[in-house]
């Protein structure tokens, strides 16, 4: 059974920065894709960025494409840089991993972090 620890969420204004951290134990396969995903209050969950730890390519949402970077240390540990922030970034925000190679359904999830842009 994987275990999902997200850290690094808080309250920041309008155009700041956070960096979101998420590390991933108990794998048996350790190379399926990781990604974020953000549930804005009152909607339903949506997937923000997305890698591939195999070849380090990426996915994002259009809407924080130049903003948010996603990347990874090593098998188990994946970030999310997202500078300038704006009102519509938050939400709680889940690191999941991917059910096989691909970033498109997830098995496992995270408890989510909560991320506020706020002045």
């Known amino acids: 059974q994987l275990h999902i620890v997200e850290s690094g969420g808080g309250l920041v204004q309008p155009g700041g920065s956070l960096r979101l951290s998420c590390t991933v134990s108990?794998?048996?396969?350790?190379?399926?894709?990781i990604g974020w995903f953000r549930q804005a209050p009152g909607k339903g969950r949506k997937g923000v960025a997305c890698?591939?730890?195999?070849?380090?390519?990426t996915d994002y949402l259009d809407s924080v494409k130049g903003r948010f970077t996603i990347s990874s240390d090593n098998h188990n540990t994946v970030h999310l840089q997202m500078n300038g922030l704006k009102s519509e970034d938050t939400g709680i925000y889940h690191c999941?991993?991917?059910?096989?190679?691909?970033?498109?359904?997830?098995?496992?999830w995270g408890q989510g972090i909560q991320v506020t842009v706020s002045s």
């Open positions: 108990g794998f048996t396969e350790p190379y399926y894709p």
């Open positions: 890698i591939d730890i195999k070849d380090g390519g």
């Open positions: 999941a991993v991917a059910a096989d190679h691909e970033c498109l359904e997830f098995e496992y």
